[in-house]
């Protein structure tokens, strides 16, 4: 069921329009939150709107800013991000958001790349590494400043203070709305990429709002009324972009910004969420975390969560009905266990949609079991970016579900699954090649992810196809699949797979810094004068853990050797992106000599 709130997005002629739309509707009532101080403020949806229109004839009258220009944002999640990609598209123009863990080599590549002649920054320590990358391109800069900074200016380069051009009193719109068409390109998103320089994929208006109505039909077994959106992944990843940012305005939702990862715990309970975005790190971490506490909780704490995993995966797999002892039981769950989980979550959450990553599915059913829905997705950049979802009143985890509405989906003779409708991207930017060997001239994308449609409508994930190990016997391994079964040890934080060529896999191994803090504190080991990792009983225990996985992995999948890596996969030293996805070439570049150590 869905509520008046919401709006038809296949009527919508372009994103601005169907904010400006619902900005009418709602007037006064709180839109976008940020912190301030140390406390959440809100900007009204009119006050928003007043915003979005200066700034937007100010990039008119004093940038001289035209229909398909270019505008970098180089910011957090935080409403000045909402404020800026609205003005921008709603005179025509392109916005290109850049990550914020970017070095200057990454945006040097977008400038160049992209042609942005304007870029919106939020903060000094985000300006550093764009203000280098500007003095070395190939032309001027503007850079306009959420925040007041005094960091030094380089060549090539102009600055302008934010405020000085979001507080005009105009309330008309100096470019026609009317003029933009679904057809129209909104934004160029620069692909995170596991591999590679990343490319700009040109999405469409109309490709965004496409998603946005294929959603509507998602959630709409969700009783949709008054949501409550927590945004924290990156608003320049696609996923957000589309189901963080643009959606939430169709269902005339709050959205709530959370300044940083590392704060989302406290800030869900502070904002009480009602739907919320997420990709499947996030609920590795929070198992971990969710295991960790138990160990020291007393006898009857464990038995009773347990048995609410063991009743909860009873339940939802359906393979064995519940008897009456099990039945009652399961209630006690219910009241003892599976409300705190859901308090810890603020107590409405209503459904976490995930994406970007394939989510392991014991860690889905843990959550199910603690009676947090999880309708888990699949999508890319290409596709504005999603392609499916399940269903709230058909969960199936192994599967990412049915395709969205408006969208058709594929399989080729080799399995690639290929994608069409309003959604796919309109091209590569100025890469004309790429984009031919994308998408097909009847129109679909390929995806480069391999898969099948099930008896169900479903759609099942096997395989990246340019991820896949061949080994020396030519047989194909999928590493995410073993990656994802290997971090579910609680001494692994992170791994990555290796075995091209090889005739058997192995993996560089990240531990988890709380288990491996306590196992130092537990054997009396002087990490100042012994290295840990050639520690006999630390390899050990390690040795255990994959020993474990490996009885649930065929032959050909089992790892059989391993090194440590020096530091965690991090987005510092570019081994993850900004959604968490391990860089494998960059991985195994670092480590290959090591790794092939492994083989002599």
Not at 144 to 153: A, K, P, R
Not at 522 to 538: A, P, Q, V
């Amino acid at each position: 069921m869905v509520t008046t709130k919401c709006i038809d997005a296949k009527n919508m002629t372009s994103l601005p329009s169907m904010f400006f739309y619902q900005a009418e509707r709602f007037q006064q009532e709180p839109f976008i939150w940020g912190k301030k101080n140390g406390e959440y403020t809100s900007i009204s949806w009119s006050d928003t709107k007043s915003k979005i229109i200066s700034l937007a004839n100010n990039l008119i009258s004093k940038f001289s800013v035209q229909p398909g220009d270019r505008i970098m944002i180089v910011s957090e999640n935080r409403p000045e991000w909402f404020i800026s990609d609205l003005a921008i598209k709603s005179i025509g123009a392109l916005t290109v958001p850049t990550y914020t863990t970017n070095t200057a080599v990454n945006h040097l590549h977008i400038i160049n790349n992209s042609g942005a002649k304007i870029a919106i920054v939020s903060s000094p320590e985000l300006s550093k590494p764009l203000i280098t990358a500007a003095s070395e391109a190939d032309h001027d800069l503007t850079i306009i400043e959420m925040d007041e900074f005094s960091e030094g200016i380089g060549k090539n380069i102009n600055k302008v203070n934010w405020n000085h051009l979001v507080n005009d009193k105009n309330t008309k719109l100096n470019y026609d709305l009317n003029k933009i068409t679904r057809e129209d390109a909104c934004s160029i998103i620069y692909t995170s990429g596991t591999g590679g320089l990343p490319k700009g994929v040109v999405l469409s208006h109309g490709g965004v709002l496409c998603n946005c109505d294929g959603a509507m039909e998602v959630v709409e077994g969700l009783s949709i009324n008054n949501e409550v959106f927590l945004s924290f992944l990156p608003l320049s990843h696609s996923y957000e972009h589309a189901a963080g940012m643009h959606f939430p305005v169709s269902l005339g939702a709050q959205i709530y910004y959370c300044e940083r990862v590392d704060a989302l715990i406290n800030r869900m309970a502070e904002v009480s969420p009602t739907i919320m975005t997420a990709v499947p790190r996030l609920y590795e971490t929070m198992r971990e975390k969710i295991i960790h506490r138990l160990k020291s909780q007393s006898y009857i704490r464990k038995w009773l969560f347990n048995k609410t995993i063991e009743l909860g995966r009873k339940e939802y797999e359906k393979l064995i009905p519940l008897n009456p002892l099990d039945l009652f039981i399961n209630f006690l769950c219910t009241i003892l266990v599976r409300k705190k989980i859901l308090n810890t979550f603020g107590g409405r959450l209503k459904a976490l949609v995930t994406g970007g990553a394939p989510l392991n599915y014991d860690v889905g059913v843990f959550f199910t079991a603690l009676g947090i829905k999880i309708l888990n997705g699949y999508g890319q950049t290409e596709a504005s970016p999603v392609i499916s979802a399940n269903r709230p009143d058909n969960i199936r985890l192994h599967t990412v579900g049915p395709p969205l509405r408006g969208v058709s989906v594929k399989c080729a003779n080799d399995g690639e699954i290929l994608v069409k409708g309003e959604l796919v991207m309109k091209g590569y930017w100025k890469d004309p090649d790429a984009t031919i060997s994308a998408i097909n001239d009847d129109g679909w994308l390929h995806t480069g992810d391999i898969g099948y449609i099930d008896n169900q409508g479903s759609l099942i994930i096997t395989d990246r196809k340019k991820d896949i190990i061949v080994n020396s016997g030519g047989d194909n391994i999928s590493p995410q699949k073993i990656e994802g079964m290997i971090c579910l040890n609680e001494e692994i934080d992170q791994a990555a797979v290796y075995g091209d060529d090889k005739p058997y896999l192995t993996a560089v191994i990240v531990t988890n810094p709380e288990w491996t803090k306590k196992w130092i504190e537990e054997n009396k080991f002087d990490i100042e004068n012994e290295n840990l990792y050639e520690n006999k009983n630390f390899n050990s225990k390690i040795s255990r853990a994959l020993l474990k996985t490996n009885k649930e992995l065929s032959v050909i999948e089992k790892i059989k050797k391993f090194i440590f890596a020096s530091e965690p996969f991090t987005t510092v030293n570019a081994q993850l992106t900004p959604t968490f996805k391990i860089r494998r070439h960059a991985i195994i570049r670092t480590y290959r000599n090591e790794l092939d150590k492994l083989y002599r």
